[in-house]
């Protein structure tokens, strides 16, 4: 008899998945509709991960082709009912090593971040009308580094197109927040496992900004799509930052105790 329920689950779960896919594809919704269907179904296709750590290489390049490269870890925490927690914690070079940065993202209001500078030894409260500025002299700013809850953005699809061989979603997210550095994103996301593969930035002039490329996608427990490598370039600068990720890994038993204030100063 359990054996039933339990495939009996399985297929509502799976009829569920594929109703909820194919709302974003139904040709009666408004624009704001159809994108607001394909965030949430973007957003639910990522729940469920429990914790993930992994390895990074941050390469940072000028205007002139001068690389730097830094090496760091990330820890992120899903919360039921909330946006997540992560810790970034820099191993090398020298001068960054032990610099850590925690974030607790919200579906609503301002996300909390801090960044404990070890050559002060002190914890920095990271305000908001500072998280559009860089983060660690990246081409990423501290708004980019919360998690991308469906709430923080109002929603519109503005068309179907193909990027890089694969059938995309092309969606705008306008921020919600009146102090977000951004007064949009255009975002491509395949249709068939709802990705991100592309993002434009346009700052709060409404001028293209910056541009992130995703790729080198692969399959974690059978069910979650990491990327392997994301490319920021500023448009405005010339300079670029690269992730290269490597060794993720899933449900390690990360708790709560884990992303805070005190765990900052404890990041080795």
Known sequence: MKKILLALLLLLGTTFILSSAAEAETPDLTPEEKGLAIAKEAEKRTNGFGDMSAEMVMTLKNRH?????????????????????????????????????LTYSHKEGDDDQWLYLPALKRVKRISSSSKSGSFMGSEFSYEDLSSQEVEKYTHKWL???EYNGQDCFVTELDPVHPKSGYSRQVVWQDKKEYRTLKVEYYDRKNAHLKTLVMDGYVKYLDRFWQPAEM????HTNGKSTR?????YRFRTGLRAKDFTKNALKRAR
């Open 65 to 101: 082709n001068k690389e730097s490269k830094r090496n760091l870890r990330i820890k992120t925490l899903e919360v039921d009912g909330d946006g997540d927690k992560s810790i970034s914690i820099f191993d090398n070079p020298r001068d960054v090593k032990g610099t850590a940065f």
């Open 159 to 161: 068309r179907d197109e």
């Open 231 to 234: 490319n920021v370039t500023n």
């Open 243 to 247: 992730l290269e990720w490597k060794e």
